[in-house]
């Protein structure tokens, strides 16, 4: 039966992976521009309102919120050490979208990094978000959703679905400040492309220089293709959106064998080309048979009862005769070969090393 879902798998992939002429792709779907992209923001908080399930007591807690309370102007006595459980220090994270701005809301990830077991019930106290550069550009606040849940008995026995310890608060900042892109007076775009591929780079200047004339797009390298425009933010948004529309031939993909070692997945693209090649596969299968056997003594002996161990060891070896792996300029021949050798996923991975220190594999071999 396996075996059978083994051919049956491989004859699937013959299908479905056998070349195909190259498809026109849009470009925004090959990349993006440069600038253009999403940044990180990170905040430190409290979340208070917790029934019991707060940090406990932890001298940072205690910290932030007297810092918390002297926005207010109440200043706590120096030894002062109330009950926190009712409080948690969470990290708040936020991806600020590109051209994001002021007013925008944005959804927000709170997470406990103390001692609380649930941040349910919880609200967030009003928290700055701030960049990479330490600036601030969005303020969190609202009360928290949380997926987990948790009891706990009073025997001591608990019980915790999903992660209580983490939520999210849905439009829970506001963006403060915009991130300047140079988008409207930089001297020229820069579209990079996600795969690095110099054939693909080259088309993509190539079909933006037929559609808006020669000398509008150079590719610079593998990724990037530069592409001039005139200064202005109204001008440029029309530019990018005429270039994310037009179709480009993209360059056929470097030949890969992509393996998963622990789970037997094997995928193989289109552009693997296999050499002449010999190969012979066989199975050694070692079995220990273990019986234990009475031995009773005969009638008015001397001798005593014992139990006798018996061990038997055969050792059985698949004969398969070498099989011939014929020059394929396809992968439906490749995946007849390796139908016909009947390996399997396992044995499969030796195969395809072999056949690739043997040079017969035109491919980049990926163990996973």
């Given at each position: 039966m396996k075996q059978l879902m083994i051919?049956?798998?491989i004859a699937f992939l013959a299908t479905v992976f056998v070349m195909q002429p190259a498809s026109a792709d849009r470009i925004k779907d090959l990349g993006g521009f440069q600038g253009i992209r999403s940044n990180q923001l990170t905040g430190y908080g409290i979340v208070?309102?917790?029934?019991?399930?707060?940090?406990?007591?932890?001298?940072?807690?205690?910290?932030?919120l007297k810092a918390v309370a002297s926005r207010f102007g109440l200043q706590l006595p120096p030894g002062a050490n109330p009950g926190m459980k009712n409080a948690a220090v969470v990290l708040i994270t936020a991806d600020l979208p590109a051209f994001a701005k002021p007013g925008q809301k944005l959804d927000i990830t709170v997470a406990s990094i103390g001692k609380?077991?649930?941040l349910r019930g919880g609200s967030l106290i009003l928290t700055p978000m701030l960049g990479a550069d330490g600036q601030i550009y969005a303020m969190a606040q609202g009360n928290l959703a949380v997926g987990g849940l948790g009891a706990e008995g009073k025997d001591g026995s608990t019980i915790v679905v999903n992660v209580p310890s983490a939520g999210r608060i849905p439009e829970g900042a506001t963006v403060e400040r915009a991130v300047q892109t140079g988008f409207?007076?930089?001297?020229?775009?820069?579209?990079?492309?996600?795969?690095?591929?110099?054939?693909?780079?080259q088309n993509v200047a190539s079909v933006i220089n037929n559609r808006f004339g020669f000398g509008t797009a150079q590719a610079i390298d593998a990724v990037s293709v530069s592409v001039r425009a005139p200064i202005g933010g109204d001008v440029r948004a029309t530019l990018m959106s005429n270039i994310e529309n037009l179709d480009v031939v993209?360059?056929?993909?470097?030949?890969?064998?992509?393996?998963?070692?622990r789970t037997g997945t094997v995928v193989i693209n289109s552009a693997v080309r296999v050499g002449a090649a010999a190969v012979t596969h066989g199975k050694l299968t070692v079995r220990i048979d273990e019986q234990q056997r009475v031995s009773q003594p005969a009638p008015f002996s001397q001798g005593q009862t014992t139990v006798e161990q018996r061990s038997g060891v055969?050792?059985?070896e698949e004969k398969r005769q070498m099989f011939l792996i014929a020059p394929g300029p396809k992968l439906s021949d490749i995946v007849k070969a390796v139908n016909a050798i009947g390996a399997s996923p396992a044995d499969l991975v030796?195969?395809?090393e072999?056949?690739?220190?043997?040079?017969?594999?035109?491919?980049?071999?990926?163990i996973l």
């Open positions: 051919r049956a798998l208070v309102g917790l029934p019991g399930t707060g940090d406990d007591n932890l001298e940072y807690t205690v910290q932030s609380a077991k649930s409207e007076n930089t001297p020229a775009l820069t579209f990079n492309l996600a795969r690095a591929d110099f054939t693909t780079a993209s360059a056929e993909p470097s030949a890969k064998v992509i393996v998963n070692a055969a050792v059985e030796a195969i395809l072999a056949l690739k220190e043997a040079g017969a594999l035109r491919a980049e071999l990926i």
